[in-house]
């Protein structure tokens, strides 16, 4: 069988599958890995830890991706696209991170980290928190020491986003 | 609460290190006071760093030296840099007792060191009485001589070096009056001007600002054009009578500037001569800004405050004068004994001041005009980094560099 015409299926965590061109699925470097190591005859690829709904959005990036290749399609609609397929839930975007990390797509890594990025990037230290719902566990003493220590560096920051 | 923890995603340190590695540094002292996983992914997380110094020397190198500077400039006020580099040095404070101020040091091969000139964050390029350019590095708390090799054809005496924007490219002046455009990466010569006797130089966009044996502070134009062809174009500035002992540029980039100069838009040059006189000039306009007289002594050397407000004069008596850049008022001086000062550096800090002479360096704390410490040696140049971080000392054959930090006034 050739590769061109060869199906894989991936199973998500709660066992849904998901019948994949097999060049689209070995953009992920963990399945091209694993493919290579096995017979042809084998297609079933269990993906444990990404749930279907994450996975289904991956697969959606690697479809594009592969397609935008094979037409040649501009950078200029790359981009936008990339642009909409991150207009998802904090939730999502986080678990497509781990899920580009898992399964080592590093364009769609970079991507997903390059938005975060830009998220955080003039949130303030209590704005951060509430976005990954993450609690400071710092002791009072040593949030003001790093509040002092970091005075300097902020207020130079905002200097900057003033200036832009 | 429970919802807002079912939300929770927990990511990696491999995927936050990404994320930091997207980020500007100047924001690295927020991020690592979200959490402790945060702030320890950022502190320990070598990787981060070395790819972003990298990163920002690339993007140096093609011509993005705002965000280059910007970048530099808040690794050094980043906190959590400091915070690194503190432990760091007591670790090494526990390993060995530091007497001298200046915590590393290494002797060049060929000769005294004229000059240093620092490259972005984590170089210096130097230049020899013997012809020689070296280039240095520092990492990894260690200062390293990179390259040594590179000696200009006639072997003159070179004087003083400075590099261009890219990066890329130094130009050195010798004392057998020839400009040297030097290609760092290739490590050779690629460009002979002849051109007058060149003492000391100071740079400003793609232009050198030089003096000479001789009453005219120049603007040099095409100094960094590697096509021969290019003739150097030359402006001179008119506001001295006696040798032009010393040069430096004053950026538009500081708020002070614009300031002091509200009629003016480009960067400013700071003189000093035998004169008795310290002038301002407008680059722009190749014009006379102000003259200040420091009576009864030459001047030597002269340095200005990172934000342009300030400038400093070092004179032949041993004096230093500082000087309001607006008013072009003298606002203070400071004596010592009867020494040559010769190089002279302002503190990112902003209220020390340092000083070389043939004696030694000296270091001043503007506020009370006090010195607050010496170091023993002859001091040829004091320089530091565009970002601030690095103070590198050109002392006889040895150049001594040091982190900010580390320095302890």
């Known amino acids: 069988m050739t590769e061109k015409g060869r199906i894989v299926k991936m199973v998500s965590q709660d066992q849904e599958e998901f019948e994949v061109e097999y060049g689209v699925a070995t953009m992920s470097t963990l399945i091209a890995n694993v493919l290579q190591d096995v017979s042809e005859e084998t297609t079933t690829v269990p993906i444990p830890n990404v749930n279907a709904q994450v996975l289904a959005k991956v697969i959606e990036y690697c479809r594009y991706h592969y397609e935008a290749k094979r037409i040649d399609q501009s950078e200029e609609d790359i981009e936008r696209w990339n642009k909409d397929f991150m207009k998802v839930d904090n939730k999502t975007l986080f678990n497509i991170l781990i899920a580009a990390s898992f399964l080592d797509i590093a364009d769609l890594l970079d991507l997903g980290c390059k938005t975060v990025a830009g998220m955080i990037k003039d949130k303030s230290v209590e704005q951060i928190r509430e976005l990954f719902c993450i609690e400071g566990d710092f002791t009072e003493e040593q949030e003001a020491k790093m509040r002092e220590e970091n005075n300097w560096g902020s207020e130079m920051s905002q200097e900057n986003n003033a200036a832009q | ?409």
């Open chain 2, 1 to 409: 609460m429970e919802a807002t923890r079912d939300q929770s995603v927990v990511l990696g340190p491999d995927i936050m290190q990404e994320i930091f590695a997207n980020l500007p540094v100047r924001s690295y002292g927020r991020m690592s006071q979200v959490c402790k996983d945060w702030n320890r992914v950022l502190k320990e997380s070598d990787r981060i760093w070395r790819r972003r110094f990298r990163e920002d020397f690339v993007q140096g190198a093609r011509g993005g030296r705002e965000k280059l500077l910007q970048n530099c400039s808040s690794a050094f006020m980043n906190s959590s840099l400091k915070i690194h580099a503190r432990e760091a040095y007591m670790q090494q404070l526990a390993a060995r007792t530091v007497t001298d101020p200046l915590v590393f040091e290494l002797e060049g091969p060929s000769g005294g060191i004229w000059d240093v000139c620092p490259v972005g964050i984590d170089m210096a390029v130097t230049c020899t009485e013997k012809g020689s350019v070296q280039s240095w590095n520092v990492q990894y708390d260690q200062l390293r001589l990179m390259n040594e090799r590179l000696i200009v054809p006639s072997g003159a005496a070179l004087t003083d070096i400075v590099v261009d924007e890219s990066l890329s490219y130094a130009v050195t002046c010798g004392l057998d009056s020839n400009f040297y455009l030097i290609d760092l990466l290739q490590r050779k010569v690629v460009k002979t001007c002849d051109s007058d006797l060149t003492l000391k130089m100071a740079r400003s966009g793609n232009l050198v600002v030089t003096s000479s044996p001789g009453p005219t502070v120049r603007i040099y134009k095409g100094l960094f054009d590697r096509d021969p062809n290019v003739e150097l174009e030359t402006i001179p500035l008119v506001g001295h009578t006696d040798w032009v002992r010393s040069v430096c540029v004053i950026e538009k980039r500081g708020s002070g500037t614009s300031q002091l100069n509200p009629g003016y838009g480009g960067d400013l040059a700071l003189s000093g001569a035998d004169d008795y006189y310290v002038a301002l000039f407008d680059l722009e306009s190749a014009q006379l800004l102000g003259r200040m007289s420091a009576q009864p002594s030459q001047v030597h050397s002269v340095a200005a405050s990172f934000d342009g407000g300030i400038g400093a004069s070092g004179n032949s008596t041993g004096t230093v004068d500082l000087w309001d850049l607006k008013s072009h008022n003298q606002v203070g001086a400071m004596e010592k004994s009867s020494e040559n000062i010769h190089a002279l550096s302002f503190c990112p800090d902003g209220v020390t001041l340092l000083a070389g002479s043939d004696r030694g360096l000296s270091t001043w704390d503007l506020r009370n005009l006090k010195e607050l410490k010496r170091f023993e040696s002859e001091i040829t140049s004091v320089r530091f980094s565009e970002a601030g971080e690095l103070l590198f000392v050109c002392s006889g054959r040895r150049l001594l560099c040091s982190q900010l930090d580390k320095l302890d006034f």
